[in-house]
């Protein structure tokens, strides 16, 4: 496994156990903190939907 599908796959980790904090106890663990929708946290979103991308990619991997 290369380096950034493992730096991917932590980023999905942690977009994945972020919406189930919104969906069992409606906490957001980013905007806690990192603030609503500021700049720092808004990257975090966009580099865990970017990480998303890169999973459909590792998905289809025969490595």
Do not use: H, P, Q
Not at 33 to 59: A, C, E, P
């Amino acid at each position: 496994m290369k380096v950034i599908d493992k730096i991917a796959l932590l980023l999905i980790i942690i977009g994945a156990i972020n919406w189930g904090l919104i969906g069992f106890f409606e906490f957001n663990l980013v905007e806690t903190l990192f603030g609503d929708m500021t700049v720092l946290s808004r990257i975090i979103y966009g580099l865990v939907g970017i990480s998303g991308l890169w999973g459909i990619k590792m998905l289809f991997d025969n490595d």
